[in-house]
């Protein structure tokens, strides 16, 4: 909590660390990193008392094929959410120009699973079931690694 009594906006929904610079697509509570995130969808997340469906199993597209054109979704409307934790130009460079992760986007298979989880309606089932992935795992560790990097160097 703030000085003033008010919830601190931006500790970590599961762990209650402070300084959680992620919010949860689905209800927007701030959360610090990928495991957190799980057990705060799989625990207390709001979109987990809608019924659930199950996503419909896509077919990875061939190479050769445009990507289907990606459904709006609410998160991606808002310009800027109220603690400014949309991701800034210098942080997609970072994870552009970062050797390791370009590495693991060789992998064709985990190239697929983030496509599909771009290209569907339900990103958020998606996601969950990527995250039983230990390779998709692996790589999204290694993105929000860079980008505490990246807030760490321009704290100094």
Known sequence: TTSMGAPDRTECVTCKATGSKYKCPACRLPYCSVA???EHKEKSCASKKEPEEKPPKEEPSAATEAPPPRPKRSFEEDAEDE???RLRRKHLLAVASSEEIRECLRDER???TVARIDS???A???LDAACE???F???TEKILNKLEEVEA????
């Open 120 to 122: 569907t309606a339900r």
């Open 133 to 135: 992935d230990p390779a």
């Open 137 to 139: 795992r692996e790589f």
């Open 124 to 126: 958020e089932q998606a």
């Open 110 to 112: 985990l190239v697929n």
């Open 153 to 156: 160097a321009s704290k100094r």
């Open 83 to 85: 603690d400014g934790a």
């Open 36 to 38: 957190c995130c799980r």
